[in-house]
């Protein structure tokens, strides 16, 4: 039984365009779609999501959802929505960047089960490897006019006045092999639906026609909207680039803050598009939010949603309490329990300073010498001992009096101790 994904996808706001007779043709019976990747990383990140998400709600909705890892066309270069070349892959690299893609999309899809629908992973190297530039032409080119490829947005921004760099043959002819996965998807495994951003409905297109008039048969087209926040920044982005699924690339702490984060606006739309939750889950969160704006249960729900989508229930758990440290009340058992590059991405941009681990040795940093003398947190001496008696001073988010020495048994991760004056204002002195 299979249920309507396009009306799934109206009420997400997760449907830009459709070809006339897809509804249709989905609720017809089980079928087969695929959605192209980008392979140029070993990770996929947030604005790969919205493409994923529909990958999985075909899945969910009955059909048989294959992601197709573009090793072909990431030697080459998609013109769409870009402004110049990419760099171009080896296919060692691309091997490498499949495995490690196919585990993150693992978390979204069932490959392994033995059901009907289990998703496919393709690569279009695989059918693209051996096919000589003659056939290729003798065999596809013939059936598309130049004309017709003209015609596309993508390539009318790319051939146009304001565009300096221009469009080189081999992004010319990217579509065309975009269209060849379509008709040889169909031929090999009855793929009748190709799925994509606004961006690509073009080259989505191609495809139907190849089908049309190579396979003698007929191919539908999908697209999601590009992603884009409410106040018109782009989606995924942020000062440090991309914000990545893969762990090592974006920190879970760092993933989950991403999300918590999300304007009010960006909150209602989202939680629509990247989580599984239901229309009246929704609705009800919409509706408390409402009543406490302040409370963020949105943004809360939608962070805790993802992060553990991506990650897990207990990196989660970990984002939670890492976030606790910076705005609630948390001790130094805490503190230690973080990981070095969750503690760096909690204190990001906390002033530091470097002192020496034999200063750690014997009776220890005296207090003076840790606050102002030897790292420069504050002022003067006369400061440190101000403020050290009011009691406004904490190392690790203890309150020390100026008696207190730090020794390696205050060391986080072996390399940091924490300083903090009040509420608000912290210093990480790194110990090599």
């Known amino acids: 039984m299979t249920s309507n994904f396009v009306e799934e996808l109206k009420w997400r706001g997760m449907l830009h365009d459709a070809m006339p007779g897809t509804e249709e043709h989905l609720l017809s019976g089980m079928q087969s779609a695929y959605l192209g990747i980008d392979p140029t990383a070993d990770s996929l990140h947030i604005g790969h999501l919205v493409g994923v998400m529909m990958l999985s709600h075909f899945q969910i909705a009955g059909h048989k959802p294959f992601a197709l890892i573009g090793g072909a066309t990431g030697m080459i270069g998609d013109p769409s929505g870009k402004s110049s070349e990419r760099n171009l892959l080896d296919e060692a690299t691309l091997r490498h960047n ?48 130049v004309n017709y490829m003209m015609a596309k947005d993508s390539v009318k921004k790319r051939l146009s006045a ?13 579509q065309l092999v975009q269209g060849y996965d379509f008709l040889h998807l169909y031929k090999e495994h009855n793929c009748t639906l190709q799925m994509g951003g606004s961006d690509q409905w073009g080259n989505i297109t191609t495809g139907t026609e190849l089908i049309r008039r190579i396979g003698g048969g007929k191919g539908y087209a999908l697209t999601c909207p590009l992603i884009t926040k409410a106040d018109g920044t782009k989606f995924g982005k942020t000062e440090s680039g991309n914000v990545w699924l893969d762990a090592g690339r974006t920190s879970p702490y760092k993933f989950y803050q991403h999300w918590l984060n999300t304007s009010d606006a960006d909150a209602e739309k989202y939680i629509k598009i990247f989580t599984f939750l239901s229309k009246e889950q929704i609705e009800a969160l919409v509706a ?25 229930k207990e990196d989660l758990n970990n984002a939670i309490a890492a976030s606790a440290i910076l705005f609630g009340k948390s001790t130094s058992e805490d503190l230690k329990k973080l990981d070095e590059k969750t503690f760096l991405d909690v204190f990001d941009g906390v002033p530091q300073s470097e ?23 504050l002022a003067s001496n006369g400061e440190a ?48």
């Open 162 to 174: 304001e565009a300096k760099e221009g469009m080189s043959f081999t992004e010319f002819t990217y």
């Open 288 to 312: 408390e939010h409402v009543e406490a704006p302040h409370q963020r249960a949105l943004q809360k729900k939608l962070a805790e949603e993802i992060t553990t989508a991506v990650h897990s």
């Open 355 to 377: 002192i020496s681990k034999s200063e750690l040795e014997g009776e220890g940093l005296d207090m003076i010498g840790a606050l102002a003398a030897q790292t420069g947190f």
């Open 385 to 432: 001992r101000r403020e050290l008696k009011q009691n406004s001073i904490s190392v690790n988010k203890e309150k020390v009096k100026e008696d207190h020495k730090i020794t390696s048994s205050d060391l986080i991760n072996d390399k940091f101790v924490l300083l903090q004056r009040g509420k608000k204002n912290y210093f990480v002195l790194v110990v090599n």
């Open 98 to 145: 499949q495995v490690a893609l196919k585990e993150q999309l693992s978390r979204f899809l069932d490959f392994s089960s033995d059901a009907e629908n289990a998703a496919i992973l393709v690569n279009n190297y695989d059918w693209m490897k051996d096919f000589s530039f003659l056939d290729f032409i003798r065999d596809v080119g013939k059936h598309i006019t």
